[in-house]
């Protein structure tokens, strides 16, 4: 009975102690707020050099130039290719005419030129 008393006890003091709050300063939280993001944002670079594609909705509707996120992704994209060689890959989708989609190909290129990328 006396054993079990004291485990309830350490348990109780464990719990108890789980329960305070941080005394970490904001110093390091916000460092470990940056942390997360870069490594969300490493992430997800990832995943674009992954995919390599730029596909409609990269691109403003019905035009040929880059939204803001065709732009994060091709920036990625782009300095991965200035080092490491490789494909890009622009969709054309469904609903996107030949001649748009030329448009396109055309920017994304033209594009990779500026970034000293030979396509």
Known sequence: MKLSG?????????????????ARTAA?????KEL?????????????LAQHTLYPYHFV???DRLNS??????AVLA????EHPGLLNVRQGADVSSE????????????LQEAGIEP
């Not at 996120?69 to 091709?74: I, S, T, V």
């Not at 748009?100 to 033209?110: E, G, I, K, S």
Request: aromatic letters at 8%; charged letters at 25%.
């Open 28 to 32: 390091d939280q916000r460092f470990d």
């Open 100 to 111: 748009l989609y030329q448009a396109r190909v055309a920017y994304v290129t033209r594009r």
């Open 79 to 82: 300095r991965h290719f200035t």
């Open 36 to 48: 997360v993001r870069t490594l969300n944002n490493i992430g997800v670079e990832n995943a674009i």
């Open 69 to 74: 996120l065709g732009q994060r992704d091709f």
């Open 61 to 63: 509707p019905n035009g």
């Open 6 to 22: 004291v485990v309830v006890i350490c348990l109780a003091c464990g719990l108890i102690g789980g329960c305070r709050e941080d």
